[in-house]
């Protein structure tokens, strides 16, 4: 059998096409300085317009043995049920729409989102178009501000749909109304309602209230941007939006960031993912609280941070009587800025053996103490975090509240996953809240040495005065507790008294301890950052580098020989020194 006739290729066919419009160019050229007659010119204009149309045949060709030659490919030949499962899970995964459903940000400079990947494939074969536009899962994921949402909830049917609202941008904030009318058109589907995610300034809504009947409701993300500090004037928000959720529907994840919900007749038994962000009218209380999660044992990720949560008093006042909370599928929490006492008692009566990425704060100094025993009330905590604190690769950092008045002690590379992943590692951060920062640094630093915590420790002396909103005139830091500490690689302070006490220990040869050898506190520090400290004089700065590390050499004393640490990195800056001296 002879091979199937193929066309020549698409170099050949250009040069056939340039030397026939080349021939007629020439004639017409000839034209010019002999006058023809008119039948010569309709030969140079047929000649022109069968180019034309060789040519648009040729492209015509070339398309339709493209196509031919894509659905000859494996995936077309696969069964249209397949083909469309596999298409669906290609459109709603793709990195490209992941990133396009990211909220915009006020700030944001990047390049505008690509169209959407499912636009994209229509142009790639015609399977690809009919089942893209047959398919109503695949119109289901609708982003304000990028899609046609219109013609994606007619594209949808009856799909159940998810629902996402970017934050305006700045020259999109004087048109509020673009806002109803969108909340006005999706609102209306809200029994179909799969996924619902909005970020919006609901001040300019004037409606303290959203109701809607959400019966197939999985996925609620709701944040009001209009809440956060200084609100987008700068004026604060002094409307309260609390959402009505009627259809009782089975929530997977739920995310509330300047929003309230009525917590009655809510299904949050199948709960995996719960985040409640500054909410203040509309928090659930604390019965209520204890109550879903003794109720949601599937719970992953928990996050709440400064909740104002009603019906609380003082864990102090009162005996609890919560049975433990059982969270053994919990791999993430996050406990912070909550009302006093709340963060400990969750702590008490939690238990989350699985636990990945943790942050905590809001808890009692007084219970560090005996840290290592099976009656501590931070027991099941501890059992925990200690293992993550000491196998911290990258070390730790040990340090006072920049906007609290808590010491916290934490992984250098603490973050939090996302609802729908998990931490690329074991990651801690918990806070205590302290009185006296000296005596309670040193508790502090009782609770890493009792329990061997011997990673890399990075110490930040942030010597901040919480009531005049300024840098400590008095010192912050116990300096003498770094000679506990032979981990310590870095030290950065912020207050001159920190610092210069600081100096005056590093710069002293002292005996260890626990060697009983001579030589200098923290052998291992590499870097020494003062270089926001006001007030540190070159001549004390040289006076310390010559104390500690002089010429290199060894010394001699009393008989032992004492090795010199190595040389650390030192910043400082001698701005201030110069700036007094002017005053």
């Known amino acids: 059998m002879h091979p199937p006739l193929r066309p020549p290729p698409p170099g050949t066919v250009g040069q056939a096409i340039s030397l026939l419009l080349g021939s007629v160019r020439g004639r017409r050229d000839a034209s010019e300085s002999n006058p023809i007659e008119d039948s010569e010119e309709r030969e140079i204009a047929e000649l022109e317009l069968a180019a034309s149309v060789i040519h648009e045949e040729l492209l015509l060709r070339a398309a339709t043995l493209q196509r031919q030659h894509n659905s000859s490919q494996w995936i077309y030949r696969l069964p249209q049920e397949v083909f469309t499962e596999i298409l669906i899970f290609d459109i709603l995964n793709s990195p490209e729409q992941r990133k396009r459903l990211a909220p915009v940000r006020w700030n944001n400079s990047a390049e505008k989102p690509k169209p959407p990947r499912r636009t994209q494939l229509c142009n790639v074969s015609h399977r690809l178009l009919q089942t893209i536009m047959s398919t109503p899962r695949i119109w289901s994921d609708i982003r304000w501000g990028v899609d046609d949402h219109i013609r994606c909830l007619e594209m949808s049917a009856q799909a159940p749909l998810s629902i996402q609202c970017s934050r305006l941008k700045w020259m999109e904030v004087e048109v509020p109304e673009s806002i109803y009318d969108f909340s006005k058109a999706v609102e209306q589907q809200s029994w179909r309602w799969k996924s619902l995610s909005l970020h919006l300034p609901f001040r300019y809504m004037e409606v303290p209230f959203l109701e809607f ?53 809510l299904n949050l038994s199948h709960l995996r993912s719960l985040s409640l962000i500054k909410v203040k009218e509309g928090a659930p209380r604390f019965e209520k609280l204890m109550e879903i999660l003794q109720a949601a044992s599937g719970l992953e990720q928990l996050t709440l941070h400064g909740l104002n949560i009603p019906g609380l008093c003082s864990i102090e006042e009162q005996e609890w009587n919560t049975q433990p909370i059982h969270l053994t599928s919990l791999l993430s929490v996050c406990l912070d800025e909550l009302a006093e006492g709340l963060a400990d008692h969750l ?237």
């Open 213 to 265: 009947t959400a019966l197939q409701l999985r996925d609620l993300t709701i944040q009001n941007t209009s809440s956060e500090p200084g609100g987008i004037h700068g004026e604060s928000d002094s409307i309260n939006h609390i959402i009505k959720i009627f259809g009782n529907p089975a929530l997977r994840n739920l995310s509330l960031d300047g929003m309230g919900l009525y917590w009655n007749n």
């Open 347 to 583: 702590i008490r009566h939690a238990r989350f053996p699985r636990l990945k990425s943790i942050r905590v704060h809001g808890l009692f100094l007084k219970h560090l103490k005996i840290s290592n025993s099976d009656q501590n009330p931070y027991h099941h905590f501890f059992q925990v975090i200690i293992p993550v604190l000491s196998s911290s690769t990258k070390g730790l950092t040990l340090s006072n509240g920049t906007f609290s008045n808590e010491i916290y002690l934490n992984t250098d590379r603490w973050a939090m996953p996302w609802p729908d992943g998990d931490a690329a590692g074991k990651t801690a951060d918990f806070g205590v809240v302290v009185g006296d920062p000296l005596s309670s640094m040193q508790q502090m630093v009782d609770f890493i040495k009792s329990n061997r915590i011997l990673v890399p420790l990075t110490i930040v002396a942030h010597g901040f005065d919480y009531a005049l909103n300024t840098i400590s005139s008095t010192p912050s830091f116990p300096a003498e507790v770094l000679g506990e500490l032979p981990m310590v690689t870095k030290i950065s302070a912020a207050a001159l008294d920190d610092a210069l006490n600081i100096m005056a220990l590093l710069e002293t040869i002292r005996r260890d301890e626990e060697t009983g050898r001579l030589g200098w506190a923290c052998p291992r520090l590499k870097d020494l950052d003062f270089s926001t400290v006001e007030g540190v004089t070159p001549e004390r700065i040289q006076a310390f580098l010559d104390a500690r590390y002089g010429d290199g050499n060894p010394l001699l004393v009393d008989g032992e020989i004492v090795d010199r640490p190595p040389m650390v990195e030192f910043a400082y800056s001698i701005f201030w020194e110069t700036s007094t001296s002017m005053l």
